[in-house]
């Protein structure tokens, strides 16, 4: 029994010294973006959560312990917020985003207090982020430019279900017959693993994990080779001549029709043309179709919509979300300016004729 519970205090030991160099690697890595600081977040509550399981350190600590019991509960709160700025480089923490940690810490709280039901819940809403995250994965990896990020999110979609899977034998083994050595080893060395995995990553040079936002599609670099150069202004070409207008079109059917390898014509689009995801480099020329077609005055009896199903887009919404995304004004808007701008121009050539 005591080595047993040596063995689980050094794994915890190991998890927080690991999950402390995580956390620092973000701070070092900026704290100002939200990967950054999600990411800290969640590596350095995961870090007090591995101490606070070690007997001695909980002791030590004494009434602090609790507090900090507190800040551990929401660190798959954390790791949420981690994963939707990872995923998402216009990600903005709104008020929806915060109200699953005050849900959480009541639900301790009342676990604390004696309430064992309240442990249910906790696990539902917990596992739900997980789920969430695991969706946020797989849901545009297809599209998705940044190899380190593509590669972040196959790890996530393969390591959450089995962290869950663990989570879910250690709290039944609890339920049915108190605590379990065996699957608390268990779950301490998994999150000991994880934890090395995650360190390792985040201490090799992945740029692309962690970019500024206001730098997204600005940071380019000059074909290498003639190949690549030639492969580029294909590209651009077939962009030009309105290949990327035709709907559902895919990285994959776009690397068809070009008869070039996806992760080829991935890492061109990414590092030569700045985008980070082929959603963004469709949306940067249907767009710029767009304003062409809006402000012509021969179309200007032309319904918004069609022009949304002419550049690609299966609906109005996401038509009107991308066009102001890069505008900063509706389609709308835009055509009444720029045809105002056209009739102005008008006016002026006939007094001055």
């Known amino acids: 029994m005591e080595n047993t519970m040596t063995g689980i205090d050094a794994l915890q030991g190991a998890t927080a010294s690991l999950c402390l160099l995580a956390g620092l ?4 890595a900026g704290w100002r973006h939200p990967v950054a600081r999600y990411g800290a977040l969640f590596a350095l509550a995961v870090a007090v959560h591995a101490l606070l399981e070690v007997g001695l350190i909980a ?3 004494g009434p602090v312990a609790g507090l900090l019991a507190y800040v551990t509960c929401i660190k798959m709160v954390f790791f949420w917020w981690f994963a939707l700025a990872l995923f998402d480089d216009d990600f903005i923490l709104r008020h929806v985003h915060v109200l699953p940690a005050p849900l959480l810490l009541a639900l301790a709280h009342l676990y604390g207090r004696g309430v064992p039901e309240a442990m249910h819940g906790y696990h ?5 982020l997980m789920a969430h995250v695991a969706t946020l994965a797989l849901r545009d990896l297809g599209s998705d430019l940044v190899d380190a990020r593509r590669r972040f999110r196959v790890a996530v979609s393969i390591a959450i279900p089995l962290f869950v899977l663990v989570l879910i034998a250690d709290y039944t083994l609890r339920v049915l017959r108190g605590e379990d050595l065996a699957v608390h080893m268990s779950e301490a060395l998994l999150m000991t693993v994880y934890s090395f995995v995650f360190a390792l990553w985040l201490t090799r040079i992945e ?3 962690v970019i500024r936002n206001n730098q997204a599609n600005t940071q380019t670099v000059e074909p290498t080779t003639p190949a690549d ?8 070409r077939l962009a030009e001549q309105g290949a ?3 709907a559902g079109l895919t990285i994959g059917k776009f690397a068809e029709r070009l008869h070039m390898p996806e992760h080829r014509l991935r890492r061109l689009i990414n590092q030569c043309l700045g985008y980070r995801n082929f959603a963004d480099f469709l949306n940067a020329y249907r767009v710029a179709e767009a304003e062409r077609r809006l402000a012509d005055p021969e179309r200007s009896r032309e319904q918004i919509i069609t022009h949304a199903f002419a550049l690609g887009y299966n609906s109005l919404t996401p038509f009107n979300r991308a066009f102001k995304a890069r505008t900063g004004v509706s389609p709308t808007e835009f055509r009444q300016r720029a045809l105002r701008e056209v009739l102005e121009e008008v006016k002026l050539q006939r007094t001055s004729g």
């Open 207 to 209: 740029r692309g994990l």
């Open 124 to 128: 539902i809403i917990t596992f739900g």
């Open 229 to 236: 150069a030639l492969d580029l202004a294909r590209i651009t």
């Open 59 to 61: 002791e030590a600590l």
């Open 244 to 246: 990327l207008l035709e």
């Open 25 to 28: 690697h973000f701070l070092l």
